[in-house]
Nanobody, 115 residues
């Protein structure tokens, strides 16, 4: 059973920064495509950023230039550095690991951007 444990959420002011981390208990972590999704109240879950096995990255248009996703295959972690935060970034952020039909989710961490 794969476990994904997120950390690093919390409260930030507009314009501030937060760093989310996700630690995976999975064999062959380096083969997984890893991603961060978010879901705001009353909205559908959306992809924030993805980093593939070969470390190519994809970002939602709304976070391009502000967020950076990275992975450390030795530590089996994926991180999301969030800068220039906006109130509309407020959501529950969840880590996702996907390899073929294997699709795993973390429990989510709350990010609130407010003055």
């Amino acid at each position: 059973q794969v476990q994904l444990v997120e950390s690093g959420g919390g409260l930030a002011q507009p314009g501030g920064s937060l760093r989310l981390s996700c630690e995976a208990s999975v064999i062959s972590f380096s083969f997984y495509n890893m991603a961060w999704y978010r879901q705001a109240p009353g909205k559908q879950r959306e992809l924030v950023a993805r980093i593939e096995m070969g470390s190519s990255t994809t970002y939602a248009d709304s976070v391009k230039g502000r967020f950076t996703i990275s992975r450390d295959n030795t530590k089996k972690t994926v991180s999301l550095q969030m800068s220039s935060l906006k109130p509309e970034d407020t959501a529950v952020y969840s880590c996702n690991a996907k390899l073929g039909s294997r699709d795993f989710w973390g429990q989510g961490t709350q990010v609130t951007v407010s003055s």
